[in-house]
């Protein structure tokens, strides 16, 4: 029997070569396959409901968000925390310059849109003042303002709703966070199927040299797609904690690098979603941006009643209360609609002032194993199953192509 197979082996080499390097090539391949289904498409792609696919963190983008919230807040970071490292009057002369120049346009639109007339027959210089009376209450206006949000911060900012609204609203956004974090355990699951491909790929070519069964190859198949997925992706999170073997120290690849993920994880959420930009957008959006609407409108009207002054009484006949009403109310409307744009201009002490990449991944570093591994993990668990069967599908395939191969060359 022994010379049989070594002559077996001499007739045909190549094609036992082959077997191990299939083995690590359909590892590889099934691997990367998982990645991409994984993260591609964005958007579901085929016939619904029966055939077509679309990646499993954008297809779960909510329940994904929600996990990354659950994660946050409050346990790491809170609206109040956010909001008090912020100086209302640092605040109000950071925005000062922007702000002004938008009340003078908007007054003069104002003034032109309610009473024509009047505006346009006072004197260039008269104008002026109106303009810088108003403007020089502005500043004391957003200083205020500031600190009644600060009060009320529960309830004019919803940090959760703002988290998810963003990763939702951007699926690309929602791939980036689990791409760059976890970057070293994805490299680490394409790699591995080249080498426990190879390493199965030795045992099924032994068991052909013995044992040449027709269905031998096609299961071989399936066990290297099954295995070189599953077993990488278990080596990822698995053991949570150090453990030693021997010599050796074994420890889950994520949980090994935790200060590195926590600082990348951090620095993403800081640079991508809980910036100054989405917080202002949730706060004047978002659920409570009625109660924020009603803050600005009773400043903003108080300006323009203190700026009236004596003449408030006449600038209401000649206007009609009613229609002095709407202006201010027009004022408001407009401010609200400018303020996301005009107000970039505190971004970078905003984000300086809150130092959020360093307080997440300070407090993302110290999580216990279990928590922090919530952070990736869902992006694997629930439907793992699926990657590890496209896995298998695709081995079975390839072996069910070599025993065709098999037969041709050996007849």
């Known amino acids: 029997m022994f010379d049989h197979v070594v002559a077996d082996i001499q007739a045909n080499w190549f094609l036992y070569l082959s077997i191990p390097i299939t083995g690590s090539v359909v590892g590889y391949a099934t691997n990367i396959l998982a990645l991409k289904m994984m993260f591609l498409p964005l958007d579901f792609t085929g016939w619904r409901p029966l055939l077509g696919w679309q990646g499993i963190v954008p297809r779960k983008a909510g329940k994904m968000a929600s996990i990354t919230v659950d994660t946050l807040v409050p346990r790491l970071v809170t609206e109040r925390q956010i909001y008090d490292r912020l100086d209302p009057q640092r605040v109000a002369q950071e925005i000062e310059a922007p702000m002004l120049e938008l009340i003078s346009h908007m007054t003069e639109d104002i003034l032109a849109e309610f009473e024509p007339r009047i505006w346009e027959t006072l004197p260039r210089a008269l104008q002026q003042r109106i303009i810088r009376r108003i403007q020089e209450d502005a500043p004391k206006a957003v200083a205020e303002l500031m600190a009644e949000l600060r009060n009320d911060i529960e309830n004019v900012f919803d940090l959760k709703d703002m988290v998810i609204t963003t990763l939702v609203r951007d699926k690309r956004l929602m791939n980036r966070i689990f791409q760059e974090t976890g970057r070293e355990e994805f490299r680490f699951i394409a790699k591995s199927g080249l080498y426990f491909g190879a390493v199965f790929g030795v045992l099924q070519m032994l068991g052909w040299l013995f044992y040449q069964a027709p269905w031998q190859l096609p299961i071989f198949g399936l066990l290297v797609g099954y295995l070189t997925n599953a077993i990488a992706l278990r080596l990822i999170f698995q053991p949570q904690t150090p453990l030693e073997v021997g010599p050796w120290r074994v420890q889950g690849l994520f949980h090994k690098r935790q200060k590195e993920v926590s600082r990348d994880y951090g620095r993403l959420i800081a640079d991508e979603v809980v910036t100054p930009g989405n917080i202002i957008e949730a706060v004047l959006k978002g659920p409570c941006s009625d109660r924020v609407f009603m803050m600005i409108a009773r400043h903003v009207k108080q300006v ?100 065709i191969l098999f037969g041709m060359f050996t007849g």
């Open 304 to 403: 323009i009643d203190a700026q009236s002054g004596i003449a408030r009484p006449l600038v209401v006949w000649t206007l009609g209360s009613r229609r002095y009403t709407q202006m201010k109310d027009a004022a408001v409307a407009r401010l609200v609609a400018k303020l996301p744009e005009t107000i970039h201009s505190v971004d970078s002490y905003a984000k300086e002032a809150m130092d959020l990449a360093n307080t997440l991944s300070s407090q993302l570093a110290t999580l216990p194993p279990a928590e922090f591994e919530a952070m990736l993990r869902p992006a694997f668990q629930e439907d793992e199953w699926m990657l590890i069967a496209a896995g298998a599908v695709l081995g079975t395939s390839v072996g069910i192509g070599q025993l």
